[in-house]
């Protein structure tokens, strides 16, 4: 069977040049499988992480929506809402938007933390078409009226297992109890707990559920072992271990914090069977 390239997909010819500047050729599986029903105005639910080329895969058919139905925008709105938990992200998602939209006169805000709030509120006031956000920057501007997102077309709402992991999940409920109910919705996660389905079943109307199961992490040729020990006899048993393998090469030993990283390198040193650096 031939491969399915991005050509084959019905995004609008702007778009298509610029994946063609980006060599990109061949859609990932998720590219593939939600690109077709999004442009047909389908609600998703991808349960996919980073790396697996999910950003293209909503951000592509929402350039492509854009493009087709250009708007004027209104004051302080947005007719994109991409709400992600991390700056980091955010940055990546905005930087996304910006490549494969360059050849689209489409203006975009980036609303994120622990930065400056007033550039953003400038950005905001005449409008934009596309809004990247972190949710409690992004709730201080609605509190204070720089925005409102009354005319929001595509919500996306990525990385929500991360999200509620760093405590946003009531933040999040606050904005999308400001968001139009007639909207297209594109719902991201790892994981789907029952807490992350509950929420994906409120926001989604009848989606197209996408699952992209990540490739194996671990490599073939690691032998992998559990000791359940207590905290008293843990660097005995290390110790114990770290002998058995002298010889057959380096080992690197992990540690949560950098202080117990020196502890655990001042305990191997003092026991000088094993030399240890941190
Ligand atoms: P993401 O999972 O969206 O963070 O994407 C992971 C990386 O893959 C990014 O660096 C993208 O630029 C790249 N990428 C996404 N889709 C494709 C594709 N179809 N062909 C080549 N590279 C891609």
Do not use: W
């Not at 994109?80 to 494969?100: G, H, K, M």
């Not at 790892?190 to 490739?215: F, Y």
């Amino acid at each position: 069977m031939n491969q399915l390239k991005f050509t084959d997909l019905a995004l609008a010819e702007p778009i298509q040049r610029a994946l063609a500047s980006q060599n990109y050729i061949t859609p990932s599986p998720i590219q593939a499988q939600s690109i077709p029903p999004l442009l047909q105005g389908h609600d998703l639910l991808g349960i996919a992480q980073t790396g697996t080329g999910k950003t293209a895969a909503f951000s592509l058919p929402i350039l492509h929506a854009l493009h087709k139905s250009p708007q004027r925008t209104s004051p302080k709105s947005a007719r994109v809402l991409v709400l992600t938990p991390t700056r980091e992200l955010a940055n990546q998602i905005a930087d996304s938007f910006q490549t494969y939209g360059k050849h689209l006169k489409l203006s975009q805000a980036l609303v994120i933390g622990g930065v400056n709030k007033n550039p953003q509120i400038r950005t905001l006031k005449p409008g934009v078409d596309i809004l990247v956000a972190c949710p409690g920057r992004l709730l201080d501007h609605i509190n204070e009226g720089d925005i409102n997102l009354n005319n929001v077309q595509h919500f996306v709402l990525d990385e929500v297992d991360r999200m509620l992991d760093m405590g946003f999940l009531r933040d999040v409920k606050k904005i999308i109890a400001t968001l139009p109910a007639k909207k297209q919705s594109l719902f991201f996660s790892a994981t789907l707990p029952p807490t992350i389905k509950d929420l994906a079943h409120s926001i989604l109307q009848n989606p197209k559920t996408v699952t992209i199961t990540p490739e194996k992490t671990t490599a073939e040729k690691v032998d992998q072992e559990v000791c359940f020990t207590d905290k008293e006899s843990k660097n005995q048993l290390l110790l114990q271990h770290l002998n058995e393998q002298k010889g057959k090469g380096l080992t690197i030993v992990f540690s949560r914090t950098k202080h117990g990283a020196n502890k655990i390198c001042k305990f191997l040193n003092a026991n000088n069977l094993v030399r240890c650096h941190c």
